[in-house]
Nanobody, 124 residues
Framework: QVQLEESGGGLVQAVGSLRLSCAAS????????LGWFRQAPGKEREFLSA????????VYADSVKGRFTIARDNAKNTAYLQMNSLKPEDTSIYYC?????????????????WGQGTQVTVSS
C-alpha cells in the first residue's frame, strides 16, 4: 500500500512559478514510478510528467515540456513538479500518482495509487 499526499498548490499570477510536492509513504513507495496529472472542470484528466523509481528516467507531455520539471528525492520519498512560466490555462487540480516501474512508464496509464489533489490557480 502506498499513500500519496500533494502540497504546494495555490494562486499565482501568469508567468509565475510554483513547486508541487508529492510525499509518498508506505513500505514499497520507493519502488514506484511517480507521475503528475491534472484535471480541470469539465475536462479529462491529463498526464503531465513522470519519473522512474531511481529518478534517472523522466517523460513530459508536450503541453508542459520546457516549462515543468519533475524531480525526485528518494531519501524523502518525495517527488516534485517545478512549474515555471505558468499560464491561466494551467489552472487545474494537480494529482500525483504511483505505478510499478518495470523499465517503462506504461503502468502510469492505469496508476495503482492516487493522491487527493492540490488546486493550482493561475490568474491573468
Amino acid at each position: 500500500q502506498v499513500q500519496l499526499e500533494e502540497s504546494g498548490g495555490g494562486l499565482v499570477q501568469a508567468v509565475g512559478s510554483l513547486r508541487l510536492s508529492c510525499a509518498a509513504s508506505g513500505r514499497t513507495a520507493s519502488t514506484y514510478a511517480l507521475g503528475w496529472f491534472r484535471q480541470a472542470p469539465g475536462k479529462e484528466r491529463e498526464f503531465l510528467s513522470a519519473i522512474s523509481r531511481g529518478g534517472m528516467a523522466t517523460v513530459y507531455a508536450d503541453s508542459v515540456k520546457g516549462r515543468f520539471t519533475i524531480a525526485r528525492d528518494n531519501a524523502k520519498n518525495t517527488a516534485y513538479l517545478q512549474m515555471n512560466s505558468l499560464k491561466p490555462e494551467d489552472t487545474s487540480i494537480y494529482y500525483c500518482a504511483a505505478a510499478p516501474f518495470t523499465g517503462s512508464f506504461t503502468g502510469l496509464s492505469r496508476p495503482d495509487y492516487w493522491g487527493q489533489g492540490t488546486q493550482v490557480t493561475v490568474s491573468s
